[in-house]
């Protein structure tokens, strides 16, 4: 009973999610008021009279207070959990008991993350983006939705099933010397090549990385390319999962039933038709059943409903073209400043079943993106000031000069108009700005400039839209297809005779076995490096088909949903300040610290940590990176030193005394510190 719904003001419904109980429950609800001979309704309409109400509600009470409802609950105990991003209101509700509002809430900005990351700049323009969102093709709208919704239910599977999702930290391989080869092979061979062919189309790469399931074997960036934060990489393996979903079942299952159920690896071929006095086996076959039927056997099909099966079937979204790059937009940190949301094409090339090689290109006109940027924040800062009451040169401080402002923006426009962007609606506007703000006979720099800033900045977005969302901006740029299977055999001849070791290594990368003898009485951990965005802890694959450490049964889902509930309890002691927890649970005793340390690997004395509201973003690096907040915050006290942050989830035998679990934790820390330390870059 699960449901995530995207609305405008005007209680549109934008997107929506639903599981097949939450699905089948409206339609009992809904189709229970229809006569008899009646039509049902259709879902969206059913999903637009239940939550139009909440909607209208919520916009009323912004409107009349300032304010508005984060969460409730209904009395059939149904959770709400609501939040609004510029004109755009999240809603996700939860019916079966699941999911609380912590992870009702998280998942809603995990959706509003994945939407930046496929729409960029976009998302500013609250205009622009329900264009995005709701096509008017209902075709296009229909292919949109699938794959938002497969992006939600594949983190969402990732984040009850991969400790990496749970704690939203990237897990490597713990195999130093394959992994320094394979960094070493990206950058000298790999990159190199691609960088310096005449097939690249002008494109860039800027990262290359190799991943097992949704672990990293290998990452290189080049030189002069930014950071990929924490946040955006998460996000890209969460993309290629829903791409190329991992087969935990047969990947766990025993050697006996692979044998049974593998064969060789088979790449769709269509068919050749038949010519004539030949038939295909299948053929053959459907004669031979029609010549067994004593009586024809007709069927009579309802014209609609034979037409929304042919719709569906057309409909369904084509097996993804490995050739094809994804568009995405993502953090870049230039000797400039901050430009988030700037566009790259991803390429995701399968190299065996689980183990995909990713790449991570520049595009040729990105620089628009970088200059549509530093207009929008001029004009945003700008319209605050206005807002704020602060009008001529109080409106006007700051850099850049209003002049150069003005100047820059005038060139931005000419070069633009030799390519095929259509700037006509951003001309009209600019130069409607301009007569208010700079020439005698127009208001100045006062309020009645904000409607022109806003139209500034919708007009800019959808240049960038143009640009890097409709490929207006030249046609879409790619490496050529003889340059992506040139790339993706190199790699597949260095990892050909690493392919199974990597494969298991990825379902078993730490054993709790090598730490028994030293830490008896520990169960499990968890050690995340949050400046790295790095998390180490042993394997925890528990699957029906396959034994685990921690057996095979009841015992081994106990401990793991132990530990599930350790960090969401955790993240509640954070939110409130704390980062030291310990705490009894029946026959187990948990640990939880998180600490600080310079370069050098000595502790740094501890911080009070900020006390988050109730309606603060969720703790975390995916959706919103909490850790690099706090990093920020500690480091105003230790300027000019490096600072590094580090969390530690322990699970012992409640057996143990209290003193030896926290000797033990200490040294836990210091034996992992070194691992952590595999170069990510």
């Known amino acids: 009973m699960k449901c995530l719904l995207i609305a405008s003001e005007s209680a549109e419904v934008l997107f929506h999610w639903t599981d097949k109980e939450y699905e089948l429950n409206l339609q009992e609800q809904y189709g229970a008021f229809q006569e008899e001979g009646e039509r049902p309704p259709a879902f969206e309409d059913s999903i637009n009279t239940l939550f139009a109400p909440i909607i209208i509600s919520c916009s009323t009470m912004v409107d009349r207070l300032g304010d508005s409802y984060t969460c409730f609950s209904t009395e059939n105990n149904h959770t709400y959990v609501l939040h609004q991003f510029d004109e755009c209101l999240y809603i996700a509700v939860n019916g079966d008991g699941e999911e609380g509002e912590n992870h009702l809430k998280r998942k809603i900005y995990v959706m509003k993350k994945m939407i930046d990351v496929l729409f960029g700049m976009v998302t500013l323009s609250s205009t622009l983006l329900r264009k995005e969102l709701r096509p008017q093709d209902t075709e296009q709208r229909t292919r949109l939705w699938k794959q938002l919704q497969s992006l939600l239910e594949t983190y969402s599977r990732l984040r009850e099933k991969d400790q990496s999702f749970l704690v939203e930290a990237v897990e490597r391989l713990i195999h130093p010397t394959l992994c320094e080869q394979c960094i070493e092979f990206l950058e000298r061979r790999l990159v190199q090549q691609i960088n310096t062919s005449v097939e690249r189309a002008g494109e860039e790469v800027l990262h290359a990385f190799i991943l097992v399931h949704t672990k990293l074997l290998a990452f290189y960036s080049s030189r002069n390319a930014s950071n990929l934060t924490s946040s955006d990489l998460l996000a890209l393996i969460v993309m290629v999962q829903d791409l190329y979903p991992s087969n935990i079942d047969l990947d766990d299952s025993n050697p006996e039933d692979v044998e049974n159920t593998s064969g060789p690896e088979i790449f769709y071929t269509p068919k050749a038709s038949p010519t004539d006095g030949q038939s295909s086996p299948t053929d053959s076959a459907s004669s031979g059943r029609q010549e067994d039927r004593s009586t024809p056997v007709f069927e009579f099909v309802d014209p609609d409903i034979q037409m929304a099966e042919d719709s569906l079937q057309t409909l369904q979204a084509p097996p993804p073209d490995p050739a094809t790059p994804c568009r995405v937009f993502l953090e870049v940190t230039l000797k400039e400043g901050f430009y988030p949301m700037m566009p790259h094409s991803m390429y995701c090339l399968p190299l065996w079943p689980g183990i995909t090689l990713v790449l991570l290109t520049k595009i040729p006109n990105s620089s628009v993106a970088t200059s549509v940027y530093s207009f929008l924040d001029a004009f945003a800062r700008l319209e605050k000031r206005l807002s704020e009451g602060q009008e001529g040169s109080a409106a006007t401080r700051g850099q850049p000069t209003i002049q150069d402002l003005r100047s820059k923006l005038d060139k931005f426009i000419r070069a633009l108009g030799t390519s095929d962007i259509q700037t006509s609606h951003l001309q009209s506007v600019w130069t409607e700005f301009k007569n208010k703000a700079f020439t005698r006979a127009g208001t100045g720099f006062t309020k009645d400039l904000l409607p022109w800033c806003r139209s500034m900045k919708t007009q800019l977005c959808a240049v960038y839209r143009q640009c890097f ?155 919103c990176d909490y850790y690099k907040k706090l990093l920020r915050l500690y480091s105003k006290s230790h300027q000019g030193e490096v600072v590094k942050c580090y969390e530690l989830l322990t699970v012992h035998l409640g057996v143990i005394a209290a003193d030896y679990i926290l000797q033990h934790c200490s040294q836990l820390a210091r034996k992992l510190w070194e691992p952590s330390r595999i170069p990510l870059l």
């Open 469 to 623: 969302i409709t490929d207006g901006g030249g046609g879409p740029q790619r490496l050529s297809p003889h340059l992506q299977e040139r790339a993706l055999t190199m790699v597949q001849e260095k990892l050909m005779d690493w392919k199974d070791f990597l494969l298991v290594k990825s379902k078993r990368n730490i054993t709790m076995v090598s730490y028994l003898e030293e830490f008896p009485g520990l169960v499990h951990f968890i050690y995340v490096d949050r400046s790295a965005g790095q998390m180490i802890a042993p394997s925890l694959n528990i699957t029906d088909r396959a034994n685990s450490e921690l057996g095979k049964g009841p015992l081994a889902h106990f401990i793991k949903g132990k530990v599930w509930s350790l960090v969401d309890t955790t993240r509640r002691y954070l939110q409130k300040g704390h980062s030291t927890v310990t705490l009894r649970d029946g026959d187990y005793y948990f640990c939880y610290f998180l600490w600080f340390e310079n370069e050098s690997g000595y502790k740094l004395e501890v911080m009070d940590l900020p006390i988050l509201s109730d309606d603060s973003a969720p703790i975390g690096m995916l959706a």
